[in-house]
């Protein structure tokens, strides 16, 4: 904690960063983005966290939401990029606070701002909560965004993955509690409303195969010899159910053989 605290103030000491509303997207990226190059880092959460305050609650669009969001982006949980505190940031609070054992109230109160300012580590899983609290995580997190559009759908069956990052892997489960590899796959197209096979195999027969350069967030990505497959969300990275004895989690796509890609919006 020492030489993160070093390296927030070296930090600090050369990077000024405002805290007046944006006026456009300009202001926005320069005065969000400090730590820009680095990548995710507690560092730069705490940094970002010292201009939270409790402004930042459900339904506001101000400063500190957008400080908010930010903070929880450099500690992996992927919030909205905006200054609007929707269900997306909502459901992402939540789980924050559950992983850091603070008490899950989705209000940004005094010791979640402490822990955020304070760099707190991870405490626990998201797998380890009760599945009724994680299917309400994935609920706001697939009503925060409209079905009307393809891209919309594929972007709820990307979160309906996220929110359940952590669960157990079970052979033959389709969730919410436990999934296998296409349990996870068809079980995340499903909240987005769509129905898709329930195996590997067939959802490689049974889906229109795209280009690796036609690929986008929601399609699916199959490995091996059609024996196991993962949602891709961007950047070259995939959310699967591995085996037994592992959990859900994010993984490059290159670090197994790609058979192919499948879309289903």
Known sequence: MSKIRTTLAALTATT???TGMFAGAAQAQAVTNPCSGSGTSVACAMKYAKSIDSSAKFGANNTATHYLQATLRQLNYPASTNTAFTKNTLAWLYRYQYEHALSSTGTVNPATIAALRGGKGQQRSLASASPAFR???AKLLT???SVSTASAKAAKAVAYARAHLGAPYHYGST???SFDCSGLTQAAWKAAGVSI???????????KKVSKS???PGDI???YSASHVGIYIGNGEVIHAPHTGTVVQTAAMSSMPVLGFVSVA
């Open 197 to 207: 096979p329930r195996t590997a195999a067939a959802q490689w027969s049974g889906l």
């Open 143 to 145: 009503s925060s965004t």
């Open 16 to 18: 000024a960063v405002g």
């Open 135 to 137: 299917a309400y995580i």
């Open 214 to 216: 036609a690929l986008k």
């Open 175 to 177: 969730g919410p509690s």
């Open 221 to 223: 990505v199959v490995f």
